[in-house]
């Protein structure tokens, strides 16, 4: 398996009505956080810990909630609030 991110449980029910110019922001926000995860939890699938506390990012005009599983190696993105 390789590191990745996704929404939870699907693009439609967390983006709603999200513009698309927030969703660039997000998924260039999620592709950092994958980055982060990757480099920290190397052995991912291995992993016997508990998993992380979930975040929230900021980005521009709005922000999102997320988690990060490592024995999924997934960045799960898990709620978008537009301001």
């Known amino acids: ?3 990745a991110w ?17 969703l660039v ?4 926000k999620a592709a950092e956080l994958v980055r982060a995860a990757e480099a920290l939890y190397i052995h991912g699938e291995a992993y ?3 998993s992380p ?10 922000m999102f909630v997320y988690q ?4 999924h190696e997934r960045v799960y993105i898990l ?4 301001w």
């Open 6 to 22: 996704e929404y939870e449980p699907d693009e439609a029910h967390v983006t709603a009505d999200a513009p698309p110019a927030l």
């Open 53 to 62: 506390q979930g975040g929230t990012a900021l980005v521009a005009n709005g």
């Open 1 to 3: 398996m390789t590191w």
């Open 25 to 28: 922001e997000i998924e260039d």
């Open 48 to 50: 016997d810990g508990m």
């Open 68 to 71: 990060v599983i490592p024995r």
């Open 79 to 82: 709620q978008v609030t537009v």
